[in-house]
Structure formats: structure tokens, C-alpha cells
């Protein structure tokens, strides 16, 4: 068992390496030649003066170079920071000096849109192109140089680390402030990507499509997944959802992760024609799937398993409901992942009865190691777990989500909704997929966000809003009053013409509030 991260890497070039590892458009890579770029690009880091810790921060699309660099950068005994390739150059500055990046590795049109912010990132010392055409340079207090230097240089052997020590540093937004750092290492990785091949039933006959952002710890994971068991990953920056089916086609692809917005495109489109028989399986996180959509997967692909997942940057992956449970669950998150513990308890940490909504907490080594940089929000996310053995003298520490959610019975688990996400009506709570899974039920939009908005009378009002082929909100309304109490009843459905989206495909609350947050104000 590989104890660090890229090891996954370099033990399969060892025992397969014609194996196939990566495709990228026409390009494939083997185990062997993916562990001999990993290694070169490793000694040529230590010997430019990267060392042991520091952070190597990438922003590029999906391509060969960024798989190089994340594994690279473990090697050589420093911690890769994926930056999201949608992020803006202020962004891009915020995460660069948040965590202290020492190296930079990009492609020349994104270090020339990031020139002006990059002399206030005083930590950096080395920008690395990887396309080879930005002029090397000196002049700056960091020094410029091509990928094709790194390979070529001279080498120094990589720095010792252990399975405790940071391997990656990814940035999650939360609802309010700048994005959290949230500091795994390589044990969390690891641990996290056996768990999920054990339950997934992954094998190095596998090709999993990667449709999601490496920044994405759910999309970071299709590799960690894959390279663990000796599989194949398929690259794509997807434009358009018909893209991914015929991908799905052409690839043989046996694997696919998706976040609900995806999903809801994909359920929409006609499948039919299309070869699906290599598609084993597709999973879903992020976020609820709405059962209109599950319902129309599964009319597309019948012969497809179907994972229903929940999981957190925090924990990297908590639960999994499994295939033959949907039938009977079809809302339900599953239950705890391998070798994890979900727990559902009230604020004193006392466990929760079945039914009673709770925060979910997990525990287990899956756990990370806080956030970056930021004690307060590390103290507030990362506590005591609620259970422990007796006479253990040093405190286990837990993820206490801030998720809430309910179990029944048979120890099946139900989100319900953010904590920050809760609308407060009338003295009543309501979770927003309540009232989003009626909306999509009607069969009438293509995406939809519920939102509670400020209400100078009923604390909040429930604003819907819809993206459609047309505007059916009138229609839309009249489904709601006709399914839902009075006191879910919209306030309000308002019709755009697109959805926003967060770095990570998923749809940007945080926006739409902003946008609504005076839509009553004239009621004051």
C-alpha cells in the first residue's frame, strides 16, 4: 500500500508500465512515461530551490502537465495547490498569497493575463510556462523559466515526507467571505481514494471520464481513484452536455462523475443512438439530484449503476447509497462511506433519534487537517468527536459539516440543507430542495434554485428562480400552490435566461441571493 500520493504513480510503472494512464484529446500516456515526467519535473523542482512544504500552485485547464504537476510536486516532498482555470487574475493573486505559493505553473496566456498581479505575491520565487514560450527572465524577484528547463535540468533528490505531512491544498467557497484552504494530506488522500474504489468496484480495466475541475476535490478524485487500482482517466473541458455523450461513446468510457446541474442537462437530451454499453456507472455529489432527473437517467441508461453520494472538501467523501437501494430510498444519501463514521447529533452532541434532523458529523481518516491559515473557521468546523473510547487521552477531532440532516430506522441518511441555506418563513424552516423538488417535478424548467430572501413581514420570502426553453413561471406557480403548504408557496419565480455557476459547475447561491437580496425592499 502506497503510503504517499504520487506512489500510486510510480508502483504501477513498475508492475504495468505499458498500462494506459492518461488520455488527452489524440494524445495517450502510459504509466511508464507519466512516472518518468512526474520524476523529472520532481528533481527539477528541488533543484530550481523548491523545498519541503512549500506550495506549488497550478492554473491551467485539464491537460497532461497539470496530472504532471500535482503528482510532481508530492514527489519532490512540496504541496500542489490546484487553482480553478475559471478564476479571475484577482482571484488567482488572493489564493497565490493566501498560502504562500512559492511556484507557479501556468501556460503563457495566463501568465500574461496574471503579469500585474503577480509582483504583490512576494512568496513567489519561480513562474513555470508550459507551453515554452514566455521569455525566461530574472529581473523580478521571481525567476520566469519554460517546463522544458525543469525536464532538462539538472536534478535533486526529492525532500523525505511521511504519510502525515500536507500533499494538497484545496480552495472551497463558502457562503460568505473568501474561499478556505482546506489542508489535506497524504494519508487523507490516499485513504480517501481506496474507500472510494472499494465501494465503486474499480479495477485497472476502468476509463473514467473527468468532466470536473481538478480544484474540485470530487474531481480530483477521479484521478486519485483511477491511478489508485491501475486505471485509465480521459481528459475533457467539456463545451457542450452532448459532448459528454458522445465522449462517453467514442472513449469506452466505463466511469462518470457529475454534479447535479450536469445531470440535469444530461437527463434532458435523447440518448438514444448512443453506444452506453462501457458505462458502468455514474455518481453523483454536490448537491441533491432531483428525482425527475434520477428517474430520466435511469430511463437512458438501465444497464448503468447509479451512486447517490454526499461528501464534503472537509472529509473528501462521506456516503454512497448503493445502486439496488434507490428503488426503495431514491432521496436518501446512503450511509457512511468505507472505513468512515457519520454521525447525525444535536448542538450538545448528543445523537439524534431516527427522523430527528441533526448536523452531521464525521469522523474517521478521512478527516483533514483544518483550514489554512485560519484558526477561527478551523475551530468552529473541526471539533471533538462527539464519541469517543474510554480512557483515550488525547481528543479525536471530527468534521462537524454544518450540514443538516436526518437517519432512519435502517441508519439511512437524508439531507435536509445548509445550515446557511435553511429559509426561515413565517416562523417556519424550510429546506430549498423541498420546494426544488416539486418545481423540477412539473417538468417545466431545465435548472432551478430556491432562495429565501429578506421580508420585512415574513422574515424571509421564497424566491424560485428558473432557467427554461421559455418562461412557465405562471405554470410553474400553479404546480407549487397546488402541491406545497401555504407557507412554501413562492413569493416570487423569476425567469433568466442562464443559470450561474460556481468554479465548480454547481449553482452559485451566493450570487443569486445577492442578486435578490432587495427584491422586497419597496415592502419596507
Known amino acids: 500500500m502506497p503510503k504517499l500520493l504520487h506512489e500510486f504513480i510510480l508502483n504501477t510503472a513498475n508492475k504495468t508500465p505499458d498500462a494506459d494512464a492518461l488520455l488527452h484529446k489524440k494524445l495517450h500516456y502510459d504509466y511508464q512515461s507519466l512516472a518518468a515526467e512526474i520524476s523529472a519535473i520532481a528533481g527539477g523542482l528541488c533543484q530550481a530551490g523548491l523545498n519541503a512544504g512549500e506550495r506549488v500552485a497550478i492554473y ?3 491537460r497532461f502537465e497539470s496530472v504532471v504537476s ?3 510536486s508530492n514527489q519532490a516532498g512540496a504541496v500542489f495547490v490546484p487553482v480553478n482555470p475559471l478564476l479571475k487574475p484577482e482571484q488567482v493573486a488572493y489564493l497565490l ?8 505553473i501556468s501556460s503563457h496566456d495566463r501568465l500574461i493575463q ?3 498581479i503577480l509582483g504583490g505575491c512576494h512568496d513567489l520565487m519561480l513562474t513555470v510556462d508550459v507551453n515554452n514560450k514566455s521569455s525566461t527572465e530574472t529581473g523580478r524577484h521571481f ?6 528547463n525543469l525536464l532538462d535540468s539538472e536534478k535533486k533528490a526529492p525532500h523525505r515526507r511521511i504519510d502525515a505531512d500536507i500533499a494538497a491544498i484545496l480552495y472551497t467557497s463558502g457562503s460568505t467571505g473568501n474561499p478556505k484552504g482546506v489542508v489535506l494530506s497524504h494519508r487523507n488522500m490516499i485513504m480517501g481514494a481506496k474507500s ?3 465501494y465503486l468496484k474499480n479495477t485497472a480495466d476502468d476509463n473514467l471520464l473527468a468532466v470536473l475541475p481538478f480544484s474540485f476535490d470530487y474531481g480530483l478524485s477521479q484521478l486519485t481513484t483511477a491511478f489508485h487500482v491501475g486505471a485509465k482517466v480521459t481528459l ?3 463545451l457542450l452536455p452532448r459532448d459528454v455523450i458522445k465522449a462517453i461513446e467514442k472513449f469506452q468510457i466505463t466511469g462518470l462523475a457529475g454534479v447535479p446541474p450536469l445531470w440535469n442537462q444530461l437527463a434532458q437530451l435523447d440518448w438514444s443512438g448512443i453506444d452506453t454499453e462501457s458505462l458502468r456507472y455514474i455518481t453523483n455529489s454536490g448537491g441533491a439530484m432531483p428525482k425527475a432527473t434520477l428517474g430520466a437517467l435511469r430511463t437512458a441508461l438501465p444497464e448503468t449503476d447509479i451512486y447517490l453520494m454526499y461528501g464534503l472538501t472537509e472529509a473528501f467523501r462521506s456516503t454512497y447509497l448503493p445502486p439496488e437501494e434507490i428503488d426503495k430510498r431514491p432521496d436518501s444519501m446512503g ?4 472505513n468512515a463514521e457519520v454521525m447525525v447529533v444535536r448542538e450538545d452532541g448528543s445523537p439524534c433519534a431516527p427522523g430527528e434532523p441533526g448536523e452531521l458529523v464525521h469522523r474517521g481518516s478521512l478527516v483533514s487537517l483544518g483550514y489554512w491559515n485560519d484558526a477561527a473557521k478551523t475551530a468552529e468546523h473541526f471539533k471533538p468527536a462527539p464519541t469517543s473510547e474510554n480512557g483515550l487521552t488525547l481528543t479525536e477531532i471530527a468534521v462537524w459539516s454544518g450540514d443538516k440532516v436526518k437517519m432512519d430506522e435502517d441508519g439511512y441518511l437524508y439531507f435536509i440543507a445548509r445550515q446557511d441555506d435553511m429559509i426561515k418563513t413565517s416562523g417556519y424552516r424550510v429546506s430549498p430542495s423541498e420546494v426544488e423538488e416539486v418545481v423540477y417535478a412539473s417538468g417545466l424548467v431545465s435548472e432551478a434554485a430556491a432562495l429565501g430572501i429578506p421580508h420585512p413581514t415574513l422574515g424571509q420570502a421564497i424566491v424560485v428562480i428558473i432557467t427554461a426553453e421559455k418562461d412557465t413561471s405562471e405554470e410553474l406557480m400553479m404546480a407549487c400552490k397546488k402541491q406545497l403548504p401555504n407557507f412554501m408557496h413562492p413569493a416570487q419565480i423569476a425567469y433568466i435566461d442562464k443559470m450561474p455557476k460556481n468554479p465548480n459547475g454547481k449553482i452559485d447561491r451566493k450570487q443569486l441571493s445577492s442578486q435578490y437580496i432587495d427584491l422586497f425592499q419597496d415592502n419596507k
Open 60 to 62: 491551467l485547464p485539464k
Open 70 to 72: 500535482f503528482f510532481a
Open 97 to 104: 498569497k493566501d498560502c504562500n505559493v512559492r511556484v507557479l
Open 114 to 116: 496574471l503579469d500585474k
Open 143 to 148: 525567476q520566469s523559466i519554460h517546463w522544458k
Open 196 to 198: 472510494v474504489a472499494e
Open 236 to 238: 475533457m473541458d467539456y
Open 335 to 338: 450511509k457512511a462511506i468505507p
